[in-house]
């Protein structure tokens, strides 16, 4: 390197250390028993596991680690190429018919990762001239596909559909065509969209609404299929992404919708053209997935309960835990150093959770977040929450700073 660029990096990497934004890598390994699942070994120490997206357990579901091997030994471990070319082995028709099933839906179509069918599909849909209309509080993945679509751009602020009606009445009239996107369950939040409001006004302008479920996948809904099933308004929802990568206990992404739609984006979505499949031992843990999904009922039911106990301890202790309404709940701390402070407090009394900071999420907004998986037991979850209460109240976090607006509309961008 010359030396500009020796002296960029270390200004560039010094800023983010010093603005306690510096991330880094840290393995975290599962414990070798299975009884031992809701644990896992970061750095030398034994955490109670409240930051993975697991939410139901299925990443180590036996049901999903058989289909796995049995499929590495039958077709191999690699993808091959991508699924236009010689990538889409026989369990991919499989898999998209159970997705599309699980949906009531026409079809699917799956993607190397929720990311890729994010960024594929609104490139493939929009471009110049088109409108998006998006919540203030999705997704990188969702910023990141309506930036490469260079289409117009308009955020709604966060679950405002008094807003998104403004914005659809003062520029829908201009653009071609107009795209609305929110998330169902938002990840940082543990809130849910409006989704019954969007769909009257989506079908009032006539736009397209694409919903991304990622965490509402496997978790809500009479058997998993998310929050427009759960809501009833699944058919209204014309692009519905969901992710394998969580409760799913595997990896990818889909879309489900109409044939129509789905054979553009085959033909446009560059993430899925461009990109190796999925290979083919998660392709088949996937659908295993799908069915173990679908009969997880206790799980779900067993998650709820889980999450409605922990919120209300820890907001009945004056911890702020904003809008969250499912198994991801934040607790706010605001500042960076502070968010910090706490999530290390909690790892040196076992338990392991994620401080997020500026850029995942507004400016002056950290905040710890909880998720709850369905492998925790109510006595693991009211244990942990008394360490919070406890850690909390020890470093002044009940104080002034957490009873900052659960709201956070109009901060900054992701
Ligand atoms: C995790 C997530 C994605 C990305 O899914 P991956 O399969 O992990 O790439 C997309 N959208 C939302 C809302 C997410 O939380």
């Known amino acids: ?46 955490l109670l596991n409240l930051f993975s997206n697991d939410y139901l357990g299925l990443s180590r579901d036996r049901r999903l680690a058989e289909a796995a091997a049995n499929a590495a030994h039958t077709y191999g471990c690699g993808g091959s190429a991508s699924r236009l070319v010689c990538g889409n082995h026989p369990l991919y028709p499989a898999l998209e018919e159970a997705l599309a099933a699980h949906h009531q ?30 919540d203030r509080l999705n997704h990188a993945s969702i910023i990141d596909g309506i930036r490469l679509s260079q289409a117009e751009h308009r955020r709604f602020r966060h679950g405002d559909v008094d807003h998104l009606a403004t914005l659809l009445r003062a520029e829908s009239g201009r653009s071609r065509r107009v795209l609305i996107v929110t998330e169902s369950v938002f990840s940082m939040d543990g809130d849910q969209a409006p989704l019954l409001e969007i769909v009257a006004l989506k079908e009032r302008y006539g736009a397209l609404l694409l919903v991304d479920e990622a965490h509402a996948g496997g978790v809500l809904g009479a058997a998993g299929e998310g929050l427009t099933h759960a809501l009833g308004c699944h058919g209204a929802v014309d692009l519905h992404i969901g992710t394998l990568s969580k409760a799913f206990g595997s990896v990818g992404g889909y879309v489900v919708g109409n044939r129509q739609l789905l054979r553009l984006l085959l033909n446009r979505a560059r993430p899925l053209i461009f990109s190796t499949a ?51 709940v934040p607790v706010w701390v605001g500042d960076n150093g502070n968010t910090l402070a706490f999530a290390s407090a909690l790892r040196r009394r076992g338990i392991g959770a994620v401080a997020i ?26 244990w942990a929450a008394d360490q919070i209460i406890q850690v909390a109240h020890d470093l002044g976090l009940t104080g002034a700073q957490s009873t900052a607006k659960g709201r956070h509309g109009d901060a900054g961008k992701r």
């Not at 471009?127 to 998006?132: C, S």
């Not at 850029?359 to 710890?368: D, I």
């Open 1 to 46: 390197m010359n030396s500009s660029w020796e002296a960029w990096l270390q200004e560039e990497l010094t800023r983010l250390s010093a603005a306690g934004l510096e991330r880094s890598l840290t393995t975290v390994a599962p414990l070798p028993d299975p009884a031992d699942a809701a644990w896992c070994m970061l750095g030398g120490a034994r």
């Open 105 to 134: 839906a026409e079809a699917a179509l799956v993607f190397p990762s929720g990311y890729a069918a994010n960024v594929g599909t609104i490139t493939a849909l929009v471009g110049r001239g088109d409108l998006v209309l998006s």
């Open 278 to 328: 999925v290979p083919p031992p998660s392709v088949a843990a996937s659908l295993a997935a799908v069915s173990a999904v679908r009969a997880a009922h206790l799980q779900r039911h067993h998650l709820q309960q889980l999450a409605t106990l922990f919120r209300s301890r820890l907001k009945a202790s004056g911890l702020n835990t904003g809008t969250s309404a499912t198994q991801i």
């Open 357 to 382: 900071r500026p850029p995942t999420v507004p400016p002056q907004t950290a905040r710890v977040r909880f998720s709850l998986t369905a492998l925790l037991t109510l006595e693991q979850v009211q």
